[in-house]
């Protein structure tokens, strides 16, 4: 039994962890899921260093990446007793999330069992039909969980959709936070950073973490949750300074920036790489860019403050698929990207989407040309997954091209949403094929035995071989058999009415009208019209 200062100054006694939050496991954990990388999820970790910061009791339970199954929870709950849980939820994690909560409510009867993430903030009605989840948080959870663990009733916490008599509450928007800074340091001392490693062909050095400097996007993109939601970022001296903690304190040698497009701020880049260079914090990283988004004296100040590499989104070399995801960007504009870039010595991963509304196998192959053109360091492609909260998602559902809800699968890697013109059959074959085409070749051999720095590398370059030649990696788990019996209707017992319509992910976050009102939301795309 120990002792807890509240910030009232009363010291009161405690046998019972305040908050215990839970990341669940990845669906994705067969085929090329070894190559997957496994970070910490932030979002948790900042929701903990606020609670920390507020004098209570909070810990992380990561089941992805300490491997733990069903009957590990059920342990580490009576070990802890969490007066409240909190679980994370990705689309591909809602099985699982659910079955969680449900062994909460099982083992600690009297704990309150919260959930957020896009998934659940995007379908609060869905996920308020299982009796074990009493609330789901939309938008940022780090002030609603203090309020939450500070006492404050449901009713009165901003962002929160809850039951009520049988009927669900979804309460105002709480307003967005625009000073990022106003939060402390994430909990990365709770973090065994030996258990978390980037995605393959991402990293130069370990160990290594992910960070964010902002959160939001400005883009529109049809694919993404985060479109059209308020840019606000940290200030380059707050992350600077935490870069030297993680640098200094825990041995960190390498930065993974997630953030949506952390090059649309030009000064405060400039102003992080000023800063690293005039600390000399030796210290390696790579960020997310965008082809209109960068410049020759960013680029320079990237690579001499420890870039060694960027991520650009170009998601395909059709412009017409460009205009419908809504991501018209000039295609000059990338080839200046990557040359700029390149020209400074960091490498570049670009990103590419197949199966989009619209798609051919003839664009399809302008996507690998334009690719091959670019002569881009890394090729990274994925097939479409209309994630709900997003415009493609609710495309898909007004025109019945939606192939199922069968949330395991929506991964990036299987075709869930029908493309007229093309069988799923077709854009997995032309997967295939591109990986093949693209990396099969002297150049890009060379080019990649060029990166080979360590044994690991050596690792993921034979398992990417395989990968590319046999079509898929077995990565098996047999302990995690847990995970997989289960299906979403296996929970949801509450008979609680749904939206007629899909909603949007910003709006929810932003907009209360959304919650009650239909939603008619028109996406600038056409199908396939060849006839």
Not at 240 to 257: H, P
Not at 278 to 293: E, L, P, V
Not at 387 to 408: I, K, S
Not at 477 to 500: G, K, M, N, V, Y
Request: hydrophobic content about 40%; charged content about 25%; glycine content about 6%.
């Amino acid at each position: 039994m120990d002792t807890m200062q509240k910030n009232s100054g009363k010291t009161e006694t405690r046998d019972r962890l305040d908050l215990l939050l839970i990341y669940p496991p990845w669906a994705v954990i067969r085929k090329r899921g070894i190559l997957q990388n496994s970070l910490p999820a932030l979002g948790l970790l900042s929701i903990v260093g606020s609670c920390l910061a507020k004098g209570y009791a909070a810990e992380i339970l990561d089941i992805h990446a300490e491997r733990l199954n069903d009957q590990d929870v059920i342990q580490t709950l009576l070990e802890k007793q969490p007066r409240f849980v909190g679980i994370s939820v990705l689309t591909n994690m809602v099985i699982p999330a659910h079955y969680i909560a449900r062994l909460c409510k099982q083992t600690i009867p009297d704990c309150r069992v919260i959930v957020g993430g896009v998934h659940a903030e995007t379908l609060p009605d869905q996920m308020l039909r299982n009796p074990a989840i009493d609330a789901v948080v939309r938008g940022d959870g780090e002030e609603t969980m203090v309020e939450i663990l500070d006492g404050v009733p449901f009713a009165a916490v901003l962002g929160l959709s809850y039951r009520e008599r049988g009927n669900v509450v979804h309460n105002s928007p709480r307003p967005v936070k625009m000073d990022l800074d106003a939060y402390p340091m994430p909990a990365y001392h709770l973090v065994d950073f030996r258990r978390y490693f980037p995605a393959v062909g991402s990293y130069r050095r370990h160990p290594a973490i992910n960070m964010l400097m902002t959160r939001g996007c400005p883009g529109q993109c049809t694919f993404c949750n985060s479109a059209f939601t308020k840019l606000r970022s940290h200030s380059a001296e707050t992350i600077v300074q935490w870069i030297e903690t993680l640098r200094y304190q825990y041995g960190i040698r390498q930065i993974q920036f997630y953030d949506d497009t952390f090059t649309v701020a030009r000064k405060r880049v400039l102003r992080f790489c000023e800063l690293l260079i005039r600390k000399r914090i030796d210290i390696s990283w790579t960020a997310y860019i965008r082809g209109d988004c960068f410049s020759e004296d960013m680029a320079e100040a990237m690579k001499k403050s420890g870039c060694h590499q960027v991520i650009i989104g170009i998601e395909s070399g059709d412009d017409r698929i460009l205009e419908n995801i809504r991501k018209p960007i000039n295609k000059e504009k990338y080839r200046r990207a990557v040359q700029t870039a390149q020209r400074n010595g960091i490498e570049v991963r670009g990103s590419f989407i197949i199966g989009n509304v619209g798609e051919t196998r003839d664009t399809m192959q302008s996507t690998l040309d334009f690719a091959k053109e670019l002569d881009i360091d890394l090729f990274q492609l994925s097939i479409l997954t209309p994630y709900p909260g997003t415009q493609v998602f609710n495309f898909a559902v007004e025109n019945g091209l939606l192939l199922h809800r069968n949330w395991d699968d929506y991964g990036q890697g299987s075709v869930v949403m029908r493309t007229p013109g093309l069988e799923a059959r077709e854009i997995y074959e032309f997967e295939r094929y591109a990986f093949r085409s693209f990396y099969l070749k002297p150049k890009q051999i060379v080019r990649q035995l060029k990166r080979v720095t360590s044994y690991r590398h050596v690792r993921d370059l034979l398992l990417g071989l395989y990968a590319m030649v046999m079509g898929e990696l077995i990565y098996k788990q047999p302990d995690w058999e847990c995970w997989s019996r289960h299906a979403e209707d296996d929970f949801l017992e509450l008979d609680i009415p749904q939206p007629s319509n899909p909603r949007l992910t910003y709006k929810l976050r932003q907009d209360e009208t959304i919650l009650t009102e239909a939603v008619s939301v028109h996406t600038q795309t056409a199908i396939d019209s060849r006839g």
